[in-house]
């Protein structure tokens, strides 16, 4: 099941991101990926919250995130070049290389963000609180 909530919270965060480091004087070329995989990584945390997640399904809010960031920026960058012919043909083929590369980097960053929280996030599973050994009313 895929938390709604939290792949909007990462998009948004991977949005800024993209705008703030994709800027050629902060970190040329990687800030993009750089922030998909931040992005990634607070929706793969926050899914995992409210429930359980498996590698499979982190992952896949990662691919979500990766794929609505990919083409929002495509669209924001069709936008500003004032609709052009020209760009938009460049557009796609710059949209499967990016699509793709975002696709991987969220998925990788879906995983690390359930990682993190398996390591350092509270559960509300009773052998976590230390009632293993209470009987069930």
Excluded: C
């Amino acid at each position: 099941m895929i938390d709604q909530k939290s792949v909007i919270i990462g998009f948004i965060i991977s949005i800024i991101l993209v705008f703030l480091l994709g800027n050629e004087k902060v970190l040329p070329g990687i800030g993009l990926l750089f922030a998909v995989f931040i992005g990634s990584i607070v929706t793969g945390y926050w899914a995992n919250k409210k429930t359980q997640l498996k590698v499979v399904e982190s992952a896949l809010h990662g691919i979500l995130v990766g794929i609505f960031t990919g083409i929002a920026q495509i669209l924001i960058t069709y936008f500003l070049s004032g609709y052009s012919a020209i760009v938009a043909g460049i557009l796609i083929y710059f949209a499967l290389v990016l699509i793709g590369a975002y696709i991987i980097i969220g998925a990788l960053g879906g995983v690390v963000g359930t990682l993190i929280h398996v390591k350092y996030g509270k559960s509300n599973r009773r052998s976590d609180m230390g009632m293993e050994d209470q009987p069930e009313n």
